[in-house]
């Protein structure tokens, strides 16, 4: 229904435009004479303007929903200087071609259409283009923002629900390490700390927003070691580089571990020596460059499906940074996932 609509509003708009142009510039002159003491007045029209008029109108037509189109790229993340330089030139492109045709054997002999006329005409539909398409991507861009305040409430109800299941768990948590007699048995007091800290990340750490990135890297830390509880003691070798002194810049939390837990599930196989690295680059105040890379087991793939994880990173990525994180994926002998995020939040510590 909204598509018919606009359909056909854009249809009126262009014969209503049309007819008043051609009406209202055409007149070459009035003609009065007087018939039995009546005056009548007779308007002469130029047709050669009124075709010059209609070939401004085509080509205005092109340019307004090309110069649309242009707009509409930013949805995808497009770079806006490239949409600016790209409308001027659609602009630029379709006057030229007017002038072109005004210098045509066919033309030249005729009345000339005013230069002020065919671009005041071509301007007014640039800008009315330029307009509706800003337009339209404001009306995206707040159905996307309700749809997130919509999304976020629920997800917020849904925590409030489920409030009392995390708080209890992490409680018994507790009272399980305090049980436990570290000097017998330290590989389960540990396992049990680790978990214990992990819960308590998710649960109280992460709820006031971004966190420093020294605390994501811990929580892969300890996240790693319990993955590592599931294979005998040299089947998994995790390796964790942390390069440069930037540790306290603002992450979103949990934007890594996907990737980590993805090389566990897909790169670690029982029975099989494994290598995972993971690798933090903080050599500079406002760039976090992260790289993981696992080997890969065919009898995995099939097993556990292709990482649809890895897909929802990617869209996680795309509304937390847009166009401030470049995400590569290589995968040959080994499945390497290469991120950088501009995080421009830094409260860096040397």
């Given at each position: 229904m ?14 209503l435009t049309g007819?008043?142009?051609?009406n ?11 018939i039995?003491g009546?005056?009548?007045v ?9 075709a010059?008029?209609l ?5 205005s037509?092109?340019m307004?929903?090309s110069?649309?189109w242009?707009?509409?790229r ?48 071509m301007t007014?539909?640039y ?36 409030q ?6 992490f ?13 017998e048995n ?15 990340y998710?649960?109280?750490d ?23 509880l ?16 930037f ?5 979103e ?8 837990e993805n ?21 500079q105040?406002t760039?976090?460059?992260f ?17 649809s ?9 795309k ?6 994180h ?19 939040e ?5």
């Open positions: 909204r598509k018919w609509y606009e359909g056909s509003a854009n249809i009126l708009f262009w014969l007819w008043l142009l051609t209202s510039f055409s007149v070459q002159f009035h003609e009065v004479e007087m039995d009546v005056e009548t007779k308007i002469v029209r130029n047709f050669d303007i009124v010059r008029l070939i401004v109108i085509c080509i037509l092109i307004f929903y110069n649309i242009n707009i509409m930013l949805k995808v993340g497009a770079s806006k200087i490239k949409v600016i330089i790209i409308s001027i030139v659609i602009f630029v492109i379709g006057y030229g071609f007017f002038r072109i045709i005004e210098i045509l054997p066919v033309f030249t002999q005729k009345i000339p259409l005013p230069l002020s006329l065919s671009s005041g005409t007014f539909y800008a009315i283009s330029t307009t509706y398409g800003i337009g339209i991507l404001w009306q995206h861009s707040e159905n996307i923002r309700q749809k997130l305040d919509l999304e976020k409430k629920q997800a917020e109800l849904s925590l409030l629900r489920s009392l299941h995390p708080h209890f768990l409680n018994t948590l507790n009272n399980l390490l305090a049980m436990v007699d570290q000097q330290p590989t389960l007091a540990g396992a049990l700390t680790r978990l214990s800290g992990l819960l308590r998710v649960v109280y992460t709820a006031a927003g971004k966190v420093p990135i020294s605390r994501e890297i811990e929580f892969i830390r300890n996240f790693s070691e319990l993955q590592k599931r294979f005998e003691k040299d089947e998994v070798c995790f390796e964790l580089n942390i390069k440069g002194d540790t306290e810049q603002l992450a939390p949990g934007i890594f571990i996907p990737f980590v090389a566990f599930k897909y790169g670690a196989e029982a029975e099989k020596v494994s290598h995972i690295m993971v690798s933090f680059d903080l050599t105040s760039v976090i460059r790289e993981c890379e696992n080997p890969i087991h065919p009898a995995l793939q099939k097993l556990n499906g292709n990482g994880g890895i897909e929802s990173s990617r869209e996680r990525l509304l937390v940074y847009p166009q401030k470049k995400l590569k994926i290589t995968k040959n002998e080994s499945f390497k996932v290469e991120l950088e995020i501009e995080t421009h830094s409260n860096s510590s040397r």
